[in-house]
């Protein structure tokens, strides 16, 4: 779940207004788009690429590893199946506000077809200094800069302050994996820690959470495993009950969900817990002696 | 987006699970015409609210006199912060077993749960710990679906038929119970499916003493991110208790919520305005609200300050951007405007960083001469302390 220079990538969508912009973003910083795909405009070139009518014919064309998904919530379903079973690495889900039974589906497909989820609702994946996919800032050197702290969030715009704050202190990112603010996501936190810690790349981990769900309990879990360093910051203490605060999955129910149980699970873990996110340049410094 | 047991029940008899006959009222005159034409009846608060028979909103009245007067006393009644205004009567069934049912979506599993218990007629928390064995719980392959074969299979040999000196009189045969059962389950994941819920509960399913399933009760969630293709149930749901300007944000396509302090939060993304107003609350200040304007809704950043600055309690008011997918330039464009427009008296401090951020500091220097807060504490710090 590390993008490289190497993957060549396909935009579903690619032509609307945001593909369209954040395609030209994407090329411009270094992502190797091989083309796009929209069945209405096939056949047609589109920022000097290819649009091809389906994720398969691309395959069989130029072919692709990553797919990334510029595609409203109602069509999301269809089209990452047709990049899955085009036989997509990776699948960015970018699209928010798709019905929940959709993502379960779309996730058993991936899972079948060996394709790896991520989002939905992510911001996307970025490796500073190769390349990125989706809709961060990458291009902003005070928030995406190369280093050795692999980020993982579950808020695009949170996750981008602590990128900035992280630079601001000298640290750059190995890599920044957003997984998304749905409830149910095809690639996980912990999954993402464990990619980190698998990551020679990698010399320490933070961690962006947020309240409601499970995900940061199940990932205080492995954290506790891990051998390099993992600080979290976890928004929505200030948060009230029973109202979702944005996100889908930003949702505390009764007892579930809540602040107070994700960040003592994480201190549990051995995991520093910071109170605000301009913490998180000291946290590193401190943890990993820099 | 809940629906309340009088908009759930119908969708079940719909789908082929039997309810109880049953009126809608909002009066003890129509409580007392409906007893009269069900007979022994219960009358019950219909409300988006758990724990009513706690709370006394369930009545039962053997007469239309009794159902009146207990109409009366229901309709007088607050239920967790909801006046009840209205009363679904409905005809008493003789119950001789109450069972669990439900569906829904599980986010660990990333699929679809069926949970059946022979422990109802309690909270499902509470009967799984009386006895865990009596929950049965499938995880579904989305793409397999679940039928007779996996219901049958869930259910696995447990005896559901009516209790020993009924069957004995031979109404029900030890099995029969637990096909009418498996029957129920599928008829519930179809109903699941079709109509997108995110939880559908059937507590309790009742096994009557003639051998009949009657969903007694029903919670029903409906996904909101499927409200556009199911416009036949979305306008039966219960609308969500919102405030005046809860409600204009909404109407605006904001996402809006009113807190109880006095600094305005104004920023870009979920998270990031959450942790916008952690921090205000962290430095030692109390958030008036949640107001994001992230994903699509970055341009509509115009309408979101008319909305913060809407709310009589704001004394000062923070504006956190950190854009990604959100340009900085174009929301604060829409703030610059807006203030030119509105001149506000209140003071505002900005903190602005990541894509289209050049633009928006020159922006912010040209039209109001101001001067971005390089970190976000700074201008939550400056805000709190104008507030006060």
Known sequence: MIVRAADRVLVQGITGTQGTFWSQQMIAYGTRIIGGVNPKKAGAEHLGLPVYASAAEAANDRGFEVAVMFVPPMAARAAALDAIEAGAKLLVVLTEHIPAQDVMELIAAAKAGGTRVIGPNTAGLVTPGECFVGIMPAFNAKVHRPGRIGVISRSGSLGALICLNLVRAGFGQSAYIGVGGDPILGTTTRDALRAFEDDAGTDGVMMVGEIGGTAEEDAAEYAATMKKPVIAYIAGAAAPEGRRMGHAGAIVMGDKGTYRSKRAALERAGVRVLDAPTEAGAAFTKALGA | MNFEEHAAKPLLDAA??????????????????????????????????????????????????????????????????????????????????????????????????????????????????????????????????????????????????????????????????????????????????????????????????????????????????????????????????????????????????????????????????????????????????????????????????????????????????????????????????????????????????????????????????????DLMDDAISAAIEAAR
Request: proline content about 4%; glycine content about 10%; some cysteine.
């Open chain 2, 16 to 373: 082929g699970i039997a309810v109880p006959k049953s009126r809608l009222v909002t009066s003890a005159e129509e409580a007392s015409s409906a007893a009269a034409e069900l007979g022994a009846c219960v009358v019950k608060a219909q409300v988006p609210a758990g724990k009513r028979g706690k709370a006394g909103g369930i009545r039962m009245a053997d007469t239309a006199d009794e159902a009146a007067k207990a109409a009366r006393a229901i309709l007088a009644m607050e239920i967790g912060g909801h006046r009840v205004e209205r009363l679904l009567v409905e005809e008493r069934i003789p119950i001789a077993r109450e069972f669990y049912a439900a569906v829904l979506n599980d986010a660990s599993a990333k699929s679809p749960v069926v949970l059946f218990s022979t422990l109802g007629g309690m909270d499902i928390e509470d009967a799984a710990a009386k006895d865990p064995r009596a929950l049965s719980r499938c995880v579904v392959d989305i793409r397999e679906g679940f039928g007779h074969r996996e219901a049958e299979e869930m259910l696995g040999g447990r005896d559901l038929g009516l209790p020993s000196p009924k069957r004995s009189i031979g109404f029900a045969q030890a099995g029969d119970g637990a096909k009418d059962v498996a029957k129920t389950l599928v008829a519930l994941y179809r109903l699941y499916r079709q109509r997108d819920a995110e939880l559908i509960e059937i507590n309790p399913l009742a096994l009557t003493e003639d051998g009949r399933l009657v969903a007694l009760d029903c919670k029903f969630t409906l996904d909101d991110a499927a409200i556009p293709r199911q416009p036949g149930i979305a306008a039966l749901g219960a609308r969500e208790r919102l405030s005046a300007l809860e409600a204009r944000g909404r109407e605006l396509g904001l996402q809006y919520i009113e807190l109880d302090g006095d600094v305005g939060v104004l920023a870009n993304g979920a998270g990031l305005t959450m942790a916008t107003m952690d921090a205000v609350r962290h430095l030692g200040g109390r958030p008036a609200n949640f107001l994001e304007v992230g994903g699509q809704a970055y341009t509509l950043t115009k309408s979101a300050l008319e909305l913060a600055l809407a709310n009589p309690r704001v004394k000062s008011l923070v504006v956190n951007f950190c854009g990604a997918f959100a340009r900085t330039d174009v929301m604060t464009e829409g703030v610059v405007t807006a203030w030119e427009e509105l001149k506000p008296t209140i003071p505002v401090f900005f903190s602005i960083h990541g894509t289209g951020e050049e633009e928006a500091v020159e922006l912010l220097r040209a039209r109001l001469g101001m001067e971005p807060f």
